[in-house]
C-alpha cells in the first residue's frame, strides 16, 4: 500500500501563503500522497490572534512527517516580538539547515553545484543579548556537541550525494576561541571520514570564492551567521533568492522552507517566484524517500528538478525576479502541465 505522508503546512507572512500554495499544488499534480495538516504561527497570525504561535503548536507537530514552510516576518521595529524561526529552530531542534546552489544554464555565469550546511541552533542566534552602561553585548555560542553534530551530518551528505569535499567556513584568525572551537571539532570529525577531503576558508574568502569561483566548492560547513549571510551571496550568483529553497534537518522531524524572506515589497502581487519554494519541496520528497526507503518519491522529486529547469532554462517562463513578466501561477501551470504530460 502506499504511505500516505502527515505534512504540517506553515504559510507564513508575505508572500508565503502564495508560494506555499504553489508548492502544494505542484505536489499534487506529482501525486504525492499527503495529508495536510495546517499550522499556525507568525506575524500575520499574532496581529490577527495576539499569539506569535498557536496554542499546542508543538504537540500538532509531534507525529508529522515533515513540516513544508513559508517565510516568517520578525519585524525588527517591534522588539518584544521574538523570531518564530529561531524559536522553531531551537525547539524542534533543526541543527542542520542544508542549503544547495546549483546554476542555471543560460542564467547563472558560472556552471556548479555546491551545498552550504549551517549550523541552526547556535552562534549569536541564541539571543543572550544585553546593554550595560551604553555598552551592547551579545554572545557567540559554540558548543563541542553543535559542531560535532552538524559536522557529521556535513561529511555523510557529502558521501551519500557524491561530494568529496567539505570545507569548514571561519574567523577563527580572530574569534581564536569560539571559530577555534568550531574549526577544531570539525577536523576532529574529518578524520572519521577519510574518503572525504576536509579543508577551510576564512568566511571573507568564502565569500568572494563563491562569486568568483563557485565551480571549486563541494559542501560548506559554517557556524549560523555565516550561513545565514553566505546563503544569500550565493543565491545571487545562482540568479535571484526567488531560486533557491532549503531544509532543515533536527533530531524527530525536518522543516522546508526558501532560503528568502517574506518579500513585502512584492506580497499579494502575484509576482513572487515561487521556485525557492518548490526546490524546498523538492529536498521533503528526497528526505522523505530516504527516511522511509521509498523509491518513488526520489523519482518524483527528479521530475521536479527536471520540470523547474526545464521551464526556467528553455521555455523562459520567468518572474520579475529573473527579468520576465511571468506570473507566479504561469510558473506553477507551466510545471504542473510539464509533469501531467510526462514531459520534462
Ligand atoms: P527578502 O528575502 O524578503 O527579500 C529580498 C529581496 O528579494 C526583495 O527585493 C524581494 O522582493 C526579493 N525576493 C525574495 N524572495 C523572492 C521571491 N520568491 N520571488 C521574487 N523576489 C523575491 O529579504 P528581506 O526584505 O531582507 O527580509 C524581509 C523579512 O523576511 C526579514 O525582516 C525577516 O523577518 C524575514 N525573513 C524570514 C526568513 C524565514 O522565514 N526563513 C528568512 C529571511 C528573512
Known amino acids: 500500500m502506499v504511505k500516505k505522508y502527515r505534512v ?72 518584544e516580538f521574538r523570531s518564530i524561526n529561531v524559536l522553531l529552530r531551537k525547539e524542534l531542534d533543526l541543527y542542520a539547515n542544508v542549503r544547495p546552489f546549483r546554476s542555471y544554464k543560460g542564467f547563472s555565469l558560472k556552471e556548479f553545484n555546491f551545498v552550504i550546511v549551517r549550523e541552526n541552533t547556535e552562534d549569536l542566534y541564541t539571543g543572550f543579548e544585553f546593554l550595560y552602561r551604553g555598552v551592547a553585548l551579545a554572545l557567540k555560542v559554540i558548543s563541542y556537541d553543535g559542531v560535532r553534530r552538524v559536522s557529521e551530518f556535513a561529511f555523510s551528505y557529502a558521501r551519500s550525494n557524491g561530494f568529496n569535499r567539505v570545507t569548514v567556513v571561519h574567523k577563527a584568525n580572530i574569534l581564536r576561541i569560539s571559530d577555534g572551537l568550531f574549526r577544531e571539532v570539525f577536523f ?36 549560523n551567521l555565516y550561513g545565514d549571510i553566505l546563503a544569500d551571496v550565493a543565491a545571487a550568483v545562482v540568479g535571484s533568492l526567488g531560486l533557491c ?21 512584492i506580497a499579494g502581487k502575484g509576482v513572487a517566484n515561487p521556485i525557492g519554494e518548490l526546490e524546498s519541496a523538492k529536498l521533503m520528497l528526497i528526505h522523505l524517500s530516504n527516511k522511509y526507503s521509498d523509491r518513488k518519491l526520489y523519482e518524483k522529486a527528479l521530475v521536479l528538478e527536471r520540470a523547474i529547469h526545464k521551464i526556467v532554462e528553455e521555455l523562459r517562463i520567468l518572474t520579475p525576479d529573473l527579468g520576465g513578466n511571468s506570473k507566479t501561477s504561469d510558473v506553477v501551470n507551466s510545471i504542473t502541465k510539464l509533469i501531467q504530460s510526462n514531459n520534462t
Not at 568566511?203 to 563557485?214: E, H, L, M, R, S
Request: hydrophobic content about 40%.
Open 188 to 223: 576532529d570529525i574529518a578524520k572519521n571520514y577519510p574518503e572525504v577531503q576536509a579543508d577551510e576558508l576564512i568566511v571573507d574568502t568564502a565569500g568572494y570564492i563563491i562569486v568568483k569561483n563557485p565551480e571549486r566548492l563541494g559542501v560548506l560547513v559554517t557556524p
Open 8 to 79: 504540517g503546512i506553515l504559510k507564513g507572512d508575505g508572500i508565503g501563503p502564495e508560494i506555499v500554495q504553489a508548492a502544494v499544488d505542484v505536489l499534487n499534480a506529482l501525486e504525492f500522497e499527503a495529508e495536510y495538516i495546517e499550522l499556525h504561527a507568525g506575524y500575520e497570525y499574532f496581529r490577527k490572534s495576539g499569539k506569535a504561535i498557536q496554542d499546542g503548536f508543538f504537540d500538532a507537530v509531534k507525529g508529522l512527517d515533515a513540516i513544508l514552510k513559508g517565510p516568517l516576518y520578525t519585524p525588527p521595529h517591534e522588539k
Open 245 to 265: 529553497g532549503s531544509a532543515q534537518i533536527g533530531r524527530d522531524i525536518a522543516v522546508f522552507e526558501p532560503v528568502h524572506g517574506v518579500a513585502l515589497d
